[in-house]
Structures are given as C-alpha cells and as structure tokens.
C-alpha cells in the first residue's frame, strides 16, 4: 500500500540541503531554529517562550530533532526549538557536543569539531565575519530534465493520479511534461476477470449446462461428492468452465 504522510515526510528532508547556515552560540540551552522543515519528527514543546539577550521574550511553536549535514559527516540536533521570529538559526555548543560526543574548539579563523575518542579533526569550519557560522551542505547537483507525470508515478510506486495532485500542488515534486500512456502495470493490478478460452454455449438458468453434461455423461463421470472430486474430473471441469463463460456471456 503506497504511504503518502510516509512519502510527504521524506520530500520534506530535502530542505535539509538548502538550510540557513547556524551560528554557534555558547550561551544557548538548546538548537533554535526559524523553520519547522527541517525537523524529523515534530513535538510540541514543554516550554512556550524563550527570553533572549535584551530581556524579550519569543514564541516557540515546536520541537524536534533534526540532521546537520556537512560535506564531512552527518552530525544530530536533538531538542531542536522552533521559534520563528529568530533573525538566524541558533547552535548550542554545549548541547551539539553532548549529542554527537565531540569537542570544539575556537581560533582566530574559525573552530574545529574533534571526536573525543579519537581526537581526530571531524570538521573544519573557518568563519568569515564576526559570528562562527556553521555551513550547511552545499547542495546537490542538478539537472534540468524534462519529467513527466508517468516518470513520476512508476518511480514513487504506481500512486494514483490524485496523490501525483496532491504532490504538485504542494509543491513536493515538479513535473514539466504531460503524461503520454496508461501505466500497465497498475492496468493489470485492476484485471479481475479469469482467462478462459472463448465459447458458442448459453445457458437461462444457472448449472443448466452442467446438468446437461452430467446427464450426458453419467455412465462415464458419476456425479462427484464434492468440488475436489469435480475438479478432478475432466469432463466436469469442462461442463463448469462452460456454465461459468456461459454466465458472462449474458451477463447473468
């Protein structure tokens, strides 16, 4: 079965790729963040406000975790707040080094982010400006292709056309170019009726045709006890596959 809130769920992480960058803040007690999009799972949070520098305090709409891509590694943001009228995305050093076991440490050029164990170099980030921004994935390659609805629906799973709507008008997925066929596969998912061979027989009442060969044939197939022992019988079987085209042919 085709999971549209599943599906919806992983369009949305695209954005990841395309995030604000963060600025460290030593002085944060958790991740703050402008945008909901970039959450993996959303909460609602315990606290309703934060208060900043100057006293003030800003609305939180919800929590959640959320992935910081880099080119060097894949780093957790857990508790991430979501407080829209931030001017930029907030890092909190202390809970970032909590989360992925790692240390930071500031220079003049910028901070580098060390696994504890190890004490090898995770990420080098040299910051330009007075703020240590942390950069976000630089984003994808793309290609300008034509793409059609039909690439769409055999790629997402042979959804129907009202979830391929849904998609676009939501601005999920794009498609430039106008479906051309009718997807097979989906018209042999939706083929019920049985393969049987074609017949000139007809029939006004319902096993007359059956009552017919058995009558004909009784000294040869004695009427069966029960639909195995029919099955198993040829001729049988023939005088059911005729009852049964016989009853689509008059639509009975």
């Known amino acids: 079965m085709w999971d549209q809130a599943g599906l919806i769920t992983a369009l949305n992480q695209m954005a990841l790729q395309n995030q604000a960058p963060w600025v460290m803040d030593s002085g944060a007690s958790s991740h703050m963040s402008t945008t909901d999009d970039i959450l993996l799972s959303r909460l609602p949070s315990s606290h309703s406000f934060i208060t900043v520098g100057n006293g003030q305090t800003i609305s939180i709409t919800c929590r959640g975790e959320s992935i910081l891509p880099t080119a060097a590694s894949n780093f957790l943001l857990s508790n991430v707040l979501v407080v829209p009228f931030l001017v930029r995305n907030l890092l909190s050093v202390r809970q970032f080094t909590r989360d992925n076991n790692c240390s930071i440490e500031f220079d003049a050029l910028g901070f580098s982010v060390k696994n504890i164990p190890t004490s090898?170099?995770?990420?080098?980030?040299n910051s330009a400006g007075d703020l240590y921004t942390f950069p976000a994935a630089p984003p994808a390659p793309q290609a300008h292709?034509?793409?059609?609805?039909?690439?769409r629906h055999h790629r997402l799973g042979h959804p129907g056309s009202s979830a391929i709507d849904i998609l676009r008008n939501n601005q999920f997925i794009h498609c430039n170019k106008a479906p051309n066929t009718i997807c097979h596969s989906c018209q042999l998912g939706k083929h019920v009726r049985l393969s049987f061979s074609a017949s000139s027989s007809f029939t006004s009442r319902p096993f007359e045709l059956t009552a017919q060969v058995a009558l004909v044939s009784t000294a040869v197939s004695p009427i069966p006890g029960?639909?195995?022992?029919?099955?198993?019988?040829?001729?049988?079987?023939a005088a059911m596959a005729d009852e049964y085209q016989a009853l689509i042919d008059n639509n009975t």
């Open 145 to 151: 292709l034509a793409i059609s609805t039909d690439l």
């Open 120 to 125: 090898r170099v995770m990420l080098r980030c």
């Open 226 to 237: 029960n639909y195995r022992s029919a099955l198993a019988d040829p001729l049988w079987r």
